[in-house]
């Protein structure tokens, strides 16, 4: 782990991190109330799905954010980008798996992270109806409900699970099942996860071993990128340097030297 970072104290006196971790809680707990009613959907493009719970619930973060950190910049995957004054920058996911949300599938999460100059602060991911909080501060390790969490380590298991999305861009997607059919052997299970947050998360906490997307966006991966690597992994990109929240393609595993035959086919 690297050096920890002091993060920016809110108006309040809490912590960022505190901060993001009550906003994610109160995002939940709406997506929670909605769940199991009938909900409006619209189509923002090709199998992209917005519903009124990911508008509540991103208004309800940016309400407590603004009201904390009134300084600080926002960038929101329905809403876009507010700049100000400040160099910290919140990057929010108000819904990750909105198509799970809209079919009744319980498997999304809420996303917020915090970034300074491009450096990833703090990330906060959480599963509302798991009620699974994983957070991870810069320096300070990951968590999952207050118990530390790690990357997997080599598995008795005869099987190495990899996680994926196919996201909205047809010829990206098209390239993720070449790869995925490339490496796909008698030892190689897959899980298509509908969530990237949770995917990338699930390699934090040891669940998968493997994640990668071709077409992702800075909402998706802020705070699960930081989950990742403070647990012992690696972000990486096509390229094999370690991977910016600007990145439109990651690759997030448990250990790059172990995986590095798997990583180079997905690359």
């Known amino acids: ?6 993060l920016p ?3 309040s006196g809490k912590s960022a991190l505190a901060v993001a971790v009550e906003a994610a809680r109160d995002a939940g707990t709406i997506q929670k109330e909605y769940f199991y009613q009938d909900k409006q959907i ?5 199998r992209n799905l917005v519903t009124e719970v990911d508008l509540l619930s991103e208004r309800s973060i940016l309400n407590s954010i603004r009201e904390e950190h009134p300084d600080h910049s926002i960038l929101c995957e329905e809403s876009g980008e507010t700049e100000n004054t400040s160099e910290f920058r919140w990057i929010i996911d108000p819904l990750d798996g909105t198509t799970n949300y809209a079919f009744g599938i319980p498997i999304f999460c809420v996303s917020i992270g915090l970034i300074h100059n491009d450096e990833v602060l703090l990330g906060v991911v959480y599963d509302p109806m798991r009620d699974e909080l994983f957070q991870a501060q810069k320096g300070q390790g990951a968590w999952l409900n207050g118990t530390p969490i790690s990357v997997s380590s080599e598995r008795n298991l005869q099987t190495t699970l990899i996680g994926f999305d196919l996201g909205y861009d047809d010829t990206k997607s098209k390239e993720m099942l070449s790869r995925a059919n490339a490496i796909w052997t008698s030892e190689t299970a897959f899980r298509l996860i509908g969530s990237a947050a949770l995917g990338m998360t699930y390699v ?8 990668f997307h071709r077409r992702i966006y800075p909402w998706d ?7 990742v690597r ?6 990486v990109g096509l390229d094999g340097n370690p991977s ?3 990145d439109e393609s990651i690759i997030a595993c448990s250990d790059v030297n172990r995986q590095v035959a798997l990583i180079e086919t997905l690359r």
């Open 42 to 46: 619209e189509n923002k493009g090709n």
């Open 9 to 11: 104290l809110s108006r």
């Open 204 to 211: 934090a906490c040891g669940r998968m071993d493997v994640y």
């Open 221 to 227: 991966i802020v705070a699960a990128m930081l989950m």
């Open 1 to 6: 782990m690297s050096d920890p970072v002091n």
């Open 230 to 235: 403070e647990a012992g992994g690696e972000v």
């Open 244 to 246: 910016s929240v600007w």
